[in-house]
């Protein structure tokens, strides 16, 4: 039993013109620990799957379990505050906060008070590598690979043990992925993190522990 | 291929096609209609602006008021004191009167028409004596042997037949005779008849041996004690010489010019004694003798003409007939009959009488300003001397002396005019021609009471003539004549007020909805942009693109928006045509502003089309320009550009201030940078513009309401032009006060006085009483009113300040106190201090006076009053004469002691009555000024400015009910649409949040408190300062209106934004 869990998950959802069967009977397990790549093709339904896992949205058919409990049985807020982290491609930091207040800001959802998130915040910002001096920087004023490692640090700041990572290297260079995926490797290695990395750079995947493939919505062995 | 992928791409999100394409199509329909409603008012008013002419008589209310050919000196003072009136805004032309007389020959007057109608310089022979009886004065101890006393209705007889006290005196045969009496038949026969002694005897013998008299009795005042005596005394009745019989010899001039016919000569007061056998040259007044005969009185040429006004001559060839006094005034007369009245001006058509319709050509026109040689005459001058247009007509300038504008002299001066016009024939107006200024004669003597006219703008008049009025010297009344403008214009000047407004308020609307279809059609599309350019699209072929769709959409809504404004726009301004007459149509009867003729106003039945096009170019170009500038947008803020954009980290660094969804917001709207400037400027300036006008309406209601309150409506009864308030016959006003709409009425009557000693002696002949009314009728007046407004001195401008006796005012015009008291009891009055101080009496004094209708009465001044002039009136209580209705017991109380009133005027209760009154008058069958079909007893209500101001704050104040909702809402899908945009651009903040596990709640709460905060900063602001500025608390309401709108559309947006799928927003490329 992982930490997180799909049975038997499929994903249907109607366009203007089509009906579009996104995921198909999936089925898979992810326990703590280890750094888990999805792969597959554009379309595969790679951040659908992402997706369900985050709690964005329930499966129209079958289950996301985490720690054995289905994500349709829990409020999704109450799951995406407390139980999974999630890094976006494109970072989704909150332009009007700075490097520290963005990093706080899920701590506070859990009712932290701003004073120990302050703090919490300091510890994470330097953790993911990035120097003091930008805490008080609005993200736009970062590149690219800073912002990544704040949206880590965020992700990081929920302090739940599952961390879903949507193509967290896709705007980067290649010294920067490789920096962003050893400190996603070391939180499932070191802390036991569960990291689930959607990601169509098969050399990144490569790095990771397992992989899964998708294609045209199902899971390839 | 661009152009339709545009086209296609645009067309394909259809609700948003639809709905926009709607809106265009709505805003250049209500764009063409304000438009088309605004030009055909605007048309409208200049084509009645140019039909009609607003004129202002300048005049002066003198005593003789409104004889036209008076010489008045205290008028021709108040001329000189005139003000420049040209210089008064509002004034197009200002024309002092400037009128002369010239002659032309052949031309004479027509009967009627002719000043010296009554003079006389005729020889006369054959004189021979004609006695009568007359009346002298008696002692009792006079009485003969034989007489007959005569006492109203009863006499007494003492002849040596007997004697027959107090018996009847009949002047008719009554159905059942007494005894005894004296009858007078219609041959002046008295007869005495005593049935009993079977007696029936003539008694005219009686006159001639002078036994003939009437008891008198008259009021005397003891001039040590005041007091009043009724003193018996006796009019003898004695054959005397009454006037000389002959026949007109030469007929130097009289009215028929004849001669050889029988004449009656009275000598009058001239002493004339005719010698028999002598001819005489005389100089008189035709009177009525009584008979057929002509009848003359001989009267001097002046008054204190050292010349006798009569002589004897021998021969018709004595120089008297051709070179004398008498000669000279038998010319004067002569040319006096037979003058043309030349009036100069150059606004011909806008005099008095044509402005009013009295007057108008016939053929030909009016000569122009600065024209010279050239007139137009009234059709008699043209039939009797044969004059066409083009003909010549030749005159003699002549010079009216300073007192008497018909004694004409030479001066020499001749001049030819071109006829160029004809005028109708109307009666008062024969023998008048008309040049232009520049033509005019020299100046004559101001005869009469008309100053001047001015020539008003029509939109301007009410203002002109109170700015006019404001500059006249004392006395000087300013009437305006609009033929019925005001009244004409009023509903469509309202109208055009609302087009204005739906003109503009539609323009703002095109903007605001235009900006919006841009931002989403063309400025929203980055993407595209963004690939297109990456494509290596032309910039030229990205323009396209994404113009082609919104041109097609716009073009085809205001098509559409065009053809049904001009299908039905004919309907449109008929329906608001009629709804604007019934909102403004004022009410003007028997107003002050109404006198005078009223033209009706023909309203133009096509309107055009021009506004349909003119909008729908508008709206459409307006589409254009703002999608162009947001192309412009769109490409400027493509991806391809992104990240050059320098951004400053917060001074304060990161902030811990705040919890929750608060911290969020305040952040957020500290950190906004521009949009969190533009929330609450926008709001401030459309919260702040709506108070604006909900104060600006606010404060038109609160001045209507004060103007109500504070303005009191008078009225008078006039003559039927409108213009004359005293010296009227009206026998029954207070039926006005039936209305029960009236909160006081002034009246006055009046009768001439003089001091006992005062009157000279008059022969007691006919022209002896004549010449006695003269006298009386010259003397100053003793006037009984209930309040000075209503004196025919003051009747026509200010009371003057009055200086009281101590414990008196003026309230005892009105007190009921002095109704049925003795003849003896003593008046008090207000007089003028010149009178008082030529008397030399004090306030206080009692002085005794003759009253032309009562005796002698005594007065004592309690009031004075200093007045330029020699105003010698006095003043006294209505009551002595009679009650008005609210003090009497009964009706005959309230009677016009004289028959009737001159003159009435009254005040309503309250202005909030206008209306009612109006009503009353009409459902009574008091007539208008004007119309001369109606009752003689018109009623003027002062009321123009009151009606004209509330008219013009009711049109603002009904604009701004019907347009304030209008804007109100507008605004608010104004403030609407901005939070929705406001929420809208922050949906990625929204998502992450979502993203992170923010509850609904929070997330809500996070961008509603940063709306609502900067949304209510504006709002506050707003109403701060135009609650300062205007202290009317209710402009917090519009400020809360406004900020619900905002507030609903920021929460709309919140909760649609809610729906979308979060994991698509966060997936989402960009």
């Keep these: 039993m992982g930490v997180l869990e799909l049975r038997d998950v499929s994903y249907t959802y109607q366009t203007q013109y089509q009906k579009v069967e996104a995921l198909r009977n999936i089925t898979a397990s992810f326990d703590g620990g280890r750094v888990y790549a999805v792969v597959g093709k554009s379309g595969s339904g790679k951040t659908t799957l992402l997706s369900l896992l985050a709690g964005l949205d329930l499966p129209t058919e079958g289950e996301v379990l985490c720690h054995d409990v289905a994500t349709s049985q829990m409020k999704l807020e109450q799951y995406r505050r407390e139980q999974v982290a999630v890094i976006y491609q494109n970072f989704r930091l909150f332009p009007l906060l700075t490097v520290e207040e963005n990093v706080m800001y899920p701590m506070e959802l859990r009712g932290t008070s701003p004073k120990e998130a302050r703090e919490k915040a300091k510890i994470l910002v330097e953790r993911v590598g990035l120097p003091e001096t930008v805490l008080g920087r609005y993200p736009t004023m970062l590149s690219g690979g800073e912002q990544q490692r704040v949206a880590i640090a965020r992700a990081l700041g929920m302090d739940t043990k599952i961390l879903l990572a949507d193509e967290p290297t896709g705007n980067l260079d290649t010294a920067n992925s490789e920096n962003i995926f050893s400190i996603l490797q070391s939180l499932a290695h070191d802390d036991g993190y569960c990291v689930i990395i959607v990601t169509h750079d098969r050399t990144l995947a490569q790095k990771a522990d397992d992989i899964l493939e998708l294609k045209d919505g199902r899971m390839v062995e | 291929m661009v152009i339709r992928n545009g086209i296609l791409s645009t067309v394909r999100s259809r609700g948003r096609t639809i709905l926009f394409a709607l809106l265009i199509f709505l805003l250049t329909l209500s764009l063409s209609l304000g438009l088309g409603l605004w030009s055909y008012c605007a048309q409208t008013l200049a084509a009645m602006d140019a039909t009609y002419t607003s004129i202002a008589l300048v005049e002066y209310k003198g005593e003789n008021y409104p004889d036209q050919y008076a010489s008045d000196e205290t008028a021709r003072m108040a001329f000189a004191q005139l003000g420049d009136y040209s210089q008064v805004p509002g004034v197009e032309l200002w024309e002092p009167t400037q009128w002369g007389m010239v002659l032309a020959d052949g031309y004479r007057r027509p009967d009627g028409?002719?000043?010296?109608?009554?003079?006389?310089?005729?020889?006369?022979?054959?004189?021979?004596?004609?006695?009568?009886?007359?009346?002298?004065?008696?002692?009792?101890?006079?009485?003969?042997?034989?007489?007959?006393?005569?006492?109203?209705?009863?006499?007494?007889?003492?002849?040596?037949?007997?004697?027959?006290?107090?018996?009847?005196?009949?002047?008719?045969?009554?159905?059942?005779?007494?005894?005894?009496?004296?009858?007078?038949?219609?041959?002046?026969?008295?007869?005495?008849?005593?049935?009993?002694?079977?007696?029936?005897?003539?008694?005219?013998?009686?006159?001639?041996?002078?036994?003939?008299?009437?008891?008198?009795?008259?009021?005397?005042?003891?001039?040590?004690?005041?007091?009043?005596?009724?003193?018996?005394?006796?009019?003898?009745?004695?054959?005397?010489?009454?006037?000389?019989?002959?026949?007109?010899?030469?007929?130097?001039?009289?009215?028929?010019?004849?001669?050889?016919?029988?004449?009656?000569?009275?000598?009058?007061?001239?002493?004339?004694?005719?010698?028999?056998?002598?001819?005489?040259?005389?100089?008189?007044?035709?009177?009525?003798?009584?008979?057929?005969?002509?009848?003359?009185?001989?009267?001097?040429?002046?008054?204190?003409?050292?010349?006798?006004?009569?002589?004897?001559?021998?021969?018709?060839?004595?120089?008297?007939?051709?070179?004398?006094?008498?000669?000279?005034?038998?010319?004067?007369?002569?040319?006096?009959?037979?003058?043309?009245?030349?009036?100069?001006?150059?606004?011909?058509?806008?005099?008095?009488?044509?402005?009013?319709?009295?007057?108008?050509?016939?053929?030909?026109?009016?000569?122009?300003?600065?024209?010279?040689?050239?007139?137009?005459?009234?059709?008699?001058?043209?039939?009797?001397?044969?004059?066409?247009?083009?003909?010549?007509?030749?005159?003699?300038?002549?010079?009216?002396?300073?007192?008497?504008?018909?004694?004409?002299?030479?001066?020499?001066?001749?001049?030819?005019?071109?006829?160029?016009?004809?005028?109708?024939?109307?009666?008062?107006?024969?023998?008048?021609?008309?040049?232009?200024?520049?033509?005019?004669?020299?100046?004559?003597?101001l005869f009469g009471y008309l100053f001047g006219r001015a020539v008003l703008d029509n939109d301007e008049a009410v203002e002109a003539v109170e700015q006019m009025a404001a500059m006249a010297p004392d006395g000087v009344e300013i009437t305006l004549y609009d033929q019925g403008y005001a009244t004409a214009a009023q509903p469509l000047q309202a109208m055009e007020a609302t087009a204005q407004g739906v003109t503009f308020a539609s323009l703002a609307g095109s903007f605001a909805v235009l900006c919006l279809f841009a931002f989403l059609f063309v400025g929203r599309q980055q993407q595209a942009v963004d690939v297109m350019v990456s494509l290596g699209t032309p910039k030229r072929k990205i323009w396209l693109w994404l113009l082609s769709g919104v041109t097609v959409v716009a073009g085809v809504a205001v098509l559409a928006g065009m053809v049904v404004s001009a299908i039905s726009m004919q309907l449109l301004i008929w329906l608001a045509l009629q709804g604007a007459q019934a909102l403004y149509a004022a009410d003007q009867r028997?107003?002050?502003?109404?006198?005078?003729?009223?033209?009706?106003?023909?309203?133009?039945?096509?309107?055009?089309?021009?506004?349909?096009?003119?909008?729908?170019?508008?709206?459409?170009?307006?589409?254009?320009?703002?999608?162009?500038?947001?192309?412009?947008?769109?490409?400027?803020?493509?991806?391809?550009?992104?990240?050059?954009?320098?951004?400053?980290?917060?001074?304060?660094?990161?902030?811990?201030?705040?919890?929750?969804?608060?911290?969020?917001?305040?952040?957020?709207?500290?950190?906004?940078?521009?949009?969190?400037?533009?929330?609450?400027?926008?709001?401030?300036?459309?919260?702040?513009?709506?108070?604006?006008?909900?104060?600006?309406?606010?404060?038109?209601?609160?001045?209507?309401?004060?103007?109500?309150?504070?303005?009191?409506?008078?009225?008078?009864?006039?003559?039927?032009?409108?213009?004359?308030?005293?010296?009227?016959?009206?026998?029954?006003?207070?039926?006005?006060?039936?209305?029960?709409?009236?909160?006081?009425?002034?009246?006055?009557?009046?009768?001439?006085?003089?001091?006992?000693?005062?009157?000279?002696?008059?022969?007691?002949?006919?022209?002896?009483?004549?010449?006695?009314?003269?006298?009386?009728?010259?003397?100053?007046?003793?006037?009984?009113?209930?309040?000075?407004?209503?004196?025919?001195?003051?009747?026509?401008?200010?009371?003057?300040?009055?200086?009281?006796?101590?414990?008196?005012?003026?309230?005892?015009?009105?007190?009921?106190?002095?109704?049925?008291?003795?003849?003896?009891?003593?008046?008090?009055?207000?007089?003028?201090?010149?009178?008082?101080?030529?008397?030399?009496?004090?306030?206080?004094?009692?002085?005794?006076?003759?009253?032309?209708?009562?005796?002698?009465?005594?007065?004592?001044?309690?009031?004075?009053?200093?007045?330029?002039?020699?105003?010698?009136?006095?003043?006294?209580?209505?009551?002595?004469?009679?009650?008005?209705?609210?003090?009497?017991?009964?009706?005959?109380?309230?009677?016009?002691?004289?028959?009737?009133?001159?003159?009435?005027?009254?005040?309503?209760?309250?202005?909030?009555?206008?209306?009612?009154?109006?009503?009353?008058?009409?459902?009574?069958?008091?007539?208008?000024?004007?119309?001369?079909?109606?009752?003689?007893?018109?009623?003027?209500?002062?009321?123009?400015?009151?009606?004209?101001?509330?008219?013009?704050?009711?049109?603002?104040?009904?604009?701004?009910?019907?347009?304030?909702?209008?804007?109100?809402?507008?605004?608010?899908?104004?403030?609407?649409?901005?939070?929705?945009?406001?929420?809208?651009?922050r949906r990625m903040e929204f998502a992450i949040m979502r993203g992170l596990g923010a509850s609904p709640k929070r997330v809500f709460g996070s961008f509603f408190l940063e709306q609502m905060g900067l949304c209510l900063t504006g709002c506050v602001v707003s109403g701060v300062i135009l609650g300062i500025w205007s202290g009317q608390p209710v402009v917090w309401l519009t400020s809360a209106g406004f900020a619900l709108f905002y507030l609903a559309g920021c929460a709309l947006a919140v909760r649609a934004v809610g729906k979308a799928k979060v994991f698509t927003l966060l997936t989402h490329a960009d």
């Excluded at chain 2, 051709?322 to 030349?342: H, M, P, R, V």
């Excluded at chain 2, 137009?376 to 010079?399: F, H, K, R, Y």
């Excluded at chain 2, 007893?937 to 347009?963: H, K, M, P």
Aim: proline share 6%; aromatic share 12%.
């Design chain 2, 590 to 985: 028997y107003s002050n502003g109404a006198l005078g003729t009223t033209k009706e106003a023909e309203l133009p039945q096509q309107v055009p089309l021009w506004p349909a096009w003119v909008a729908a170019v508008i709206v459409f170009l307006l589409a254009l320009v703002l999608c162009a500038l947001f192309t412009r947008v769109a490409q400027r803020k493509n991806t391809l550009n992104r990240g050059k954009s320098r951004v400053r980290a917060p001074r304060s660094g990161t902030s811990t201030a705040g919890k929750g969804a608060v911290r969020f917001a305040l952040l957020s709207a500290r950190r906004g940078g521009w949009r969190s400037v533009v929330v609450p400027v926008v709001t401030l300036v459309l919260s702040g513009f709506l108070g604006f006008l909900m104060v600006t309406a606010l404060g038109w209601g609160q001045q209507r309401d004060t103007l109500y309150e504070d303005t009191t409506i008078t009225g008078q009864f006039t003559s039927v032009n409108g213009r004359q308030y005293t010296g009227l016959m009206l026998e029954d006003p207070w039926r006005l006060w039936d209305s029960g709409l009236l909160s006081s009425m002034q009246v006055y009557d009046s009768t001439h006085f003089w001091i006992p000693d005062e009157m000279p002696d008059f022969p007691n002949t006919t022209f002896g009483n004549k010449l006695w009314s003269e006298w009386v009728s010259k003397q100053p007046e003793l006037i009984f009113l209930n309040g000075l407004e209503i004196s025919p001195k003051f009747a026509y401008g200010q009371v003057p300040a009055i200086t009281w006796l101590e414990g008196w005012d003026e309230s005892f015009l009105e007190d009921p106190g002095y109704y049925n008291t003795p003849q003896s009891t003593p008046l008090p009055c207000i007089a003028s201090q010149t009178w008082m101080e030529e008397q030399g009496i004090g306030l206080g004094d009692d002085i005794n006076i003759n009253v032309q209708k009562g005796g002698t009465i005594t007065v004592f001044p309690v009031g004075s009053y200093a007045l330029g002039g020699t105003d010698k009136s006095i003043y006294v209580p209505l009551s002595r004469l009679c009650l008005p209705p609210w003090q009497a017991e009964n009706p005959q109380q309230s009677a016009a002691p004289w028959e009737y009133f001159p003159g009435c005027r009254f005040t309503l209760q309250s202005s909030y009555d206008l209306e009612q009154c109006r009503e009353y008058l009409a459902q009574e069958g008091y007539s208008v000024p004007g119309d001369l079909n109606g009752s003689r007893i018109v009623v003027v209500l002062n009321d123009y400015a009151f009606t004209q101001t509330v008219e013009a704050l009711g049109r603002y104040i009904t604009l701004s009910q019907i347009l304030f909702p209008v804007l109100f809402l507008l605004m608010g899908v104004m403030g609407f649409v901005v939070s929705w945009l406001m929420v809208n651009s």
């Design chain 2, 113 to 445: 028409t002719i000043p010296y109608e009554n003079r006389m310089v005729v020889s006369v022979f054959q004189l021979s004596e004609v006695f009568a009886f007359q009346e002298c004065p008696a002692q009792l101890e006079d009485l003969p042997e034989e007489y007959l006393i005569l006492s109203d209705d009863r006499c007494s007889v003492h002849i040596h037949a007997g004697v027959w006290e107090d018996i009847p005196y009949y002047t008719y045969m009554p159905p059942e005779t007494p005894a005894a009496y004296v009858t007078e038949q219609m041959d002046g026969t008295v007869t005495l008849v005593d049935e009993e002694q079977n007696l029936s005897m003539e008694l005219n013998w009686l006159k001639n041996q002078e036994g003939f008299f009437r008891r008198d009795t008259y009021i005397e005042t003891d001039p040590e004690t005041g007091k009043l005596t009724a003193i018996d005394s006796l009019v003898n009745f004695r054959l005397a010489l009454d006037h000389y019989q002959g026949i007109i010899g030469e007929n130097l001039y009289s009215y028929d010019g004849t001669s050889g016919v029988l004449v009656e000569v009275h000598p009058g007061e001239s002493g004339f004694v005719a010698e028999k056998g002598k001819r005489y040259l005389i100089h008189g007044e035709r009177m009525d003798g009584g008979t057929s005969a002509q009848a003359v009185v001989v009267r001097e040429f002046y008054e204190g003409c050292e010349q006798s006004p009569w002589v004897s001559f021998d021969r018709y060839d004595d120089p008297l007939f051709t070179d004398s006094l008498f000669s000279q005034y038998a010319k004067k007369y002569d040319l006096g009959n037979n003058y043309i009245q030349e009036e100069a001006s150059d606004n011909i058509p806008a005099l008095e009488p044509f402005q009013q319709g009295t007057l108008y050509l016939k053929e030909g026109r009016y000569p122009q300003a600065g024209e010279t040689g050239v007139c137009t005459v009234t059709q008699d001058i043209a039939q009797q001397l044969d004059l066409e247009l083009g003909d010549e007509l030749p005159v003699s300038v002549m010079q009216s002396a300073q007192t008497d504008p018909f004694a004409l002299e030479e001066t020499g001066d001749s001049r030819t005019w071109t006829v160029v016009g004809i005028v109708n024939q109307s009666k008062g107006y024969e023998g008048h021609l008309w040049v232009s200024r520049q033509d005019a004669l020299p100046h004559a003597p």
